[in-house]
């Protein structure tokens, strides 16, 4: 199943029993990023392959935790360059060119 929006409820299917989780963010057509909770830890988010899920209908006793983990975690940024918003080519805004040849003053 490749899911089709960020919010879903899916169950994931791992090496143990299958767990009640919400995706968070789908950052290509064969990963999903979950939030999960974990025996011990807590609500965790986790990168798990698309083929790994399966939709669910109804809430679940855990779906408060995770989405107020969700709702705590910054959105994720796609497509950004050098840790800032936007296209470009890694340089700040105003310095659209590298520098100039500085001469040696003769």
């Given amino acids: 199943m490749e899911p089709s929006s960020v919010g879903e409820l899916v169950k994931v299917a791992g090496s143990g029993p299958a767990s009640d989780g919400i ?3 789908v950052p290509s057509r064969a990963r999903v990023v979950v939030a999960v909770v974990q025996r011990g830890r807590g609500a965790v988010l986790r990168t ?3 083929s790994a899920v399966t939709a669910r209908a109804d809430d679940g006793p855990d779906d408060h935790a995770l ?28 310095h659209a060119r590298g520098a100039a040849h500085r001469t040696t003053g003769r």
């Fill in 23 to 25: 995706v968070f963010d």
């Fill in 48 to 50: 798990v392959a698309a």
């Fill in 67 to 94: 989405r107020l983990l969700i709702r705590r975690t910054p959105p994720p940024a796609h497509g950004t360059t050098g840790g800032r918003a936007g296209p470009g080519n890694g340089r700040s805004e105003g």
